[in-house]
């Protein structure tokens, strides 16, 4: 069964970046759509980006466009989300899910497979 590790996660002041990972050991995530999810206390879970298996193709929630960046690393069998500018409305439990499925991104917590999740802090 398919085990997502997310990791990179952290306090940073506002304007600072960070890098979330997610890997899955034993399991090649190239054949996965990959979605980045975030919740925070009290609010829905909120699709945040997605990247697509067939072409690599990517979509972005409106917040977050601009500064937030999802990318594949087919060589490490990890994805990323590079965070630049964060704001304190970024604060949130990070999830990244995987889906061998879908075709297309989507941005709708419909994914098969989460992870743990992983905590983000902008603070000053």
């Known amino acids: 069964q398919l085990q997502l590790v997310e990791s990179g996660g952290g306090l940073v002041q506002p304007g600072g970046s960070l890098r979330l990972s997610c890997a899955a050991p034993g399991f090649t995530l190239d054949y996965y759509a990959i979605g980045w999810f975030r919740q925070a206390p009290g609010k829905e879970r909120e699709g945040v980006s997605c990247i697509s298996s067939s072409d690599g193709s990517t979509i972005y929630a409106d917040s977050v466009k601009g500064r937030f960046t999802i990318s594949r690393d087919n060589t490490k069998n990890t994805v990323y989300l590079q965070m630049n500018s964060l704001k304190p409305e970024d604060t949130a439990v990070y999830y990244c899910?995987?889906?061998?499925?879908?075709?297309?991104?989507?941005?709708?917590?419909?994914?098969?497979?989460w992870g743990q999740g992983t905590q983000v802090t902008v603070s000053s």
């Open positions: 899910a995987a889906d061998a499925l879908f075709r297309l991104c989507t941005l709708r917590p419909e994914f098969a497979s």
